[in-house]
């Protein structure tokens, strides 16, 4: 895989994932809070589920980065499971749903519009690091990862991982708001 191509694709997901948080900006806090059933994620527990991702990913992603003495290679060569983690977190039409930990999931958190500026700034760092690892070796820098400390992905598989994750819970916020228009359609 071209570690061009990769990193132009996973930057205009990226930008698509903040300009979709800086419309939600421009709602209520009661349109941001807006649950469609009480077990169901509201847009801002969405985004502060990707921000407490954001707390760990980011850090450990420039910290890998700025030690790494690793020649840069222009080909990225995913791993076994990081190949498989990055596309079970793309969405589709046929996603399931997946159980997160409860350390990361916000619900019954309350949460305000700070949340969404938040992750305005992560995606501004995420744009920083896809930027920085141009010049980095995305198949031999290895980085942590949350579920295990003794499993290591590759950089571009964890970039592939984030992205993908924060694509995911980006449409699920947009869905949200859809259900609450069309809920507010019928009453």
Excluded at 5 to 17: K, R, W
């Amino acid at each position: 895989m071209e570690v061009q191509q990769l990193i132009a694709s996973l930057s205009a997901l990226t930008e698509q994932n903040k300009a979709a948080a800086k419309d939600f900006l421009n709602l209520e806090e009661s349109q941001l809070n807006f649950k469609p059933f009480p077990e169901k994620w509201s847009v801002l527990e969405c985004i502060e589920h990707l921000n407490r991702y954001g707390r760990f990913y980011l850090p450990e992603i420039e910290s890998r980065m700025a030690k790494s003495q690793h020649a840069a290679s222009a080909t990225f060569k995913p791993g076994i499971l990081g190949d498989y983690f990055a596309k079970s977190m793309e969405p589709s039409p046929n996603m399931k749903t997946m159980n997160t930990f409860k350390s990361m999931n916000p619900i019954a958190s309350e949460l305000h519009k700070g949340c969404i500026e938040e992750f305005i700034e992560q995606q501004d760092r995420m744009m920083a690091c896809l930027e920085t690892s141009k010049a980095k070796n995305l198949t031999k820098i290895k980085t942590s990862i949350t579920i295990s400390n003794w499993i290591k992905l590759r950089l571009g598989d964890t970039f592939r991982v984030v992205v993908n994750h924060n694509w995911r819970h980006v449409l699920q916020a947009q869905n949200t708001l859809s259900l609450q228009s069309a809920s507010e359609s019928v009453t």
